[in-house]
């Protein structure tokens, strides 16, 4: 047994061709794809109004602008809109994207059911995700789960990131008690404040506020 109705929503044409041909190989015949998020809501919108809708939808993350305008400019907004229509639907995403954070919020956030990195090895990779995502798994690849679980090992609160992405901002760490101050947010001390941003660099072994923007900007923190 396996999927019958899939929908690939890929805007680079060689790609969209290459899941195409993966998705055949699994010998799934009913398959539609679009190469663009608003295109792909309508196929949701139309197979649900015929009672044929799809089991799966796989989805870069990602989309180009070009000439033709968008309402959904990417695969996150367009997998919130069809999650509306449709919640039970299978969810897959097949992108380049590597931050650790950004692909966590997609399962936290959108309920995902597996993420596929392009890149080497990426079509046995997609193969694998279509199977164990048929089978009532999340699928994530090894190197993937080792980073978010890294991630999460550590959790980043609302006030951590507010600190950190006012210094990504050029904020001197001497000024960041007045803007909190000034949108109510506590604690607002000059010591608290070095307090914390001390602790997170030594949890996380970093020297310095510097290298702790550029941390959480890998992970997509901020």
Do not use: W
């Amino acid at each position: 047994m396996m999927f019958k109705k899939i929908l690939i929503a890929e805007d680079h044409e060689i790609i969209n061709l290459s899941v195409q041909r993966t998705v055949q190989d699994l010998e799934i015949a009913d398959t539609d794809h679009v190469f663009y998020c608003d295109d792909a809501l309508e196929k949701i919108k139309k197979a649900l109004r015929e009672n044929t809708p799809y089991d799966l939808i796989i989805t870069d993350l990602y989309y180009d602008d070009d000439h033709r305008p968008q309402n959904l400019k990417n695969g996150k907004e367009m997998i919130a809109a069809v999650k509306q229509l449709q919640p039970e639907i299978k969810v897959i995403f097949f992108s380049a994207e590597h931050k650790s954070g950004v692909i966590d919020s997609l399962f936290t956030e959108l309920n995902i059911d597996g993420f596929v990195r392009k890149g080497r090895n990426d079509a046995k990779e997609l193969k694998k995700a279509i199977d164990t995502v048929f089978n009532n798994e999340k699928y994530l690849s090894l190197d993937l789960k080792q980073d978010i679980k890294k991630l999460n090992s550590f959790e980043f609160s609302t006030y951590d990131i507010t600190l950190v992405s006012l210094l990504s901002q050029g904020v001197f760490q001497k000024n960041i008690p007045t803007f909190l101050q000034n949108n109510n947010i506590k604690p607002n001390s000059l010591s608290s404040i070095e307090k914390r941003l001390t602790h997170l660099k030594e949890e996380l072994k970093i020297n310095n506020n510097e290298q702790l923007v550029a941390f959480c900007k890998d992970l997509g923190l901020i």
